[in-house]
T-cell receptor, first 111, second 119 residues
Framework: KQEVTQIPAALSVPEGENLVLNCSFT??????LQWFRQDPGKGLTSLLLIQSSQREQTSGRLNASLDKSSGRSTLYIAASQPGDSATYLCAVTGGGNKLTFGTGTQLKVEL | EAGVAQSPRYKIIEKRQSVAFWCNPI?????LYWYQQILGQGPKLLIQFQNNGVVDDSQLPKDRFSAERLKGVDSTLKIQPAKLEDSAVYLC?????????????????FGPGTRLLVL
C-alpha cells in the first residue's frame, strides 16, 4: 500500500525567504507526482506535475524535483510572498489514475 | 471552461441523519472521483467512476456511504446514517479519462468541496 509523508507539517517563514518542502513515498512504481496548493475553503489547484521519467519541473518561482528510486520529491519556493501562504499537498499517481496524497505542509509567509 | 461544481458548500447535521452531496464535473470528462479530507489529513479516495461505471470503491464504507453517476455526468454521494467521524470536506474531481493506457496520466481537476459537520 502506497504511503506518502510530508515534512514539515507546518512552516512559518518571513517574506522573501527561499524554502523547501519535502515529500516521500514508499512505492516507487508511480506514473507521476504532483504538487497541489489548497487554500482555506477552496479546492485543490495543481501546481506542478512531474512524470516518472522526469527529474524536475519548473513554473515561475516554483521548482519541483523527483528522485523516484529513493522515493523523494522536493518543492522549492523562491523569494516567498504572503500570497504563497496555503497548504501544499504532494500526491503520487498509481494505476488507474489513482492519487495517493500526503498529509500536507501548512505554509505561512509573514510580512 | 467551467470548473467542477459542488453543492452544497456547507452542511451541518446531527449524527444518524442522512446527507447528500452533488457534483457536476467538467463537461466531457469521463472520470469522476469523490475524496474525503479529514481535518489535518490529505484527501482519501472514496470512489472513482468511469462514465457511469465504478472503477474503484475499495475505500468506500459501503454500510453507510453510497454514490451514483447514473447518466455518466453528474454524481451524488450519500451518507446514511452519518457518524461524528464523517465530519470532513468532501471533494469531487474529474479528469478526461482514467488513463488506463498507462504512461502519462491526466490531471484531476478539483471542485471547491462540501464541508460537512456532524454534531
Amino acid at each position: 500500500k502506497q504511503e506518502v509523508t510530508q515534512i514539515p507539517a507546518a512552516l512559518s517563514v518571513p517574506e522573501g525567504e527561499n524554502l523547501v518542502l519535502n515529500c516521500s513515498f514508499t512505492d516507487s512504481a508511480i506514473y507521476n507526482l504532483q504538487w497541489f496548493r489548497q487554500d482555506p475553503g477552496k479546492g485543490l489547484t495543481s501546481l506542478l506535475l512531474i512524470q516518472s521519467s522526469q527529474r524536475e519541473q519548473t513554473s515561475g518561482r516554483l521548482n519541483a524535483s523527483l528522485d523516484k528510486s529513493s522515493g523523494r520529491s522536493t518543492l522549492y519556493i523562491a523569494a516567498s510572498q504572503p500570497g504563497d501562504s496555503a497548504t501544499y499537498l504532494c500526491a503520487v499517481t498509481g494505476g488507474g489514475n489513482k492519487l495517493t496524497f500526503g498529509t500536507g505542509t501548512q505554509l505561512k509567509v509573514e510580512l | 471552461e467551467a470548473g467542477v461544481a459542488q453543492s452544497p458548500r456547507y452542511k451541518i447535521i446531527e449524527k444518524r441523519q442522512s446527507v447528500a452531496f452533488w457534483c457536476n464535473p467538467i463537461s466531457g470528462h469521463a472520470t469522476l472521483y469523490w475524496y474525503q479530507q479529514i481535518l489535518g489529513q490529505g484527501p482519501k479516495l472514496l470512489i472513482q467512476f468511469q462514465n457511469n461505471g465504478v472503477v474503484d470503491d475499495s475505500q468506500l464504507p459501503k454500510d453507510r456511504f453510497s454514490a451514483e453517476r447514473l447518466k455518466g455526468v453528474d454524481s451524488t454521494l450519500k451518507i446514511q446514517p452519518a457518524k461524528l467521524e464523517d465530519s470532513a470536506v468532501y471533494l469531487c474531481a474529474s479528469s478526461p479519462d482514467s488513463g488506463l493506457a498507462g504512461g502519462f496520466q491526466e490531471t484531476q481537476y478539483f471542485g471547491p468541496g462540501t464541508r460537512l459537520l456532524v454534531l
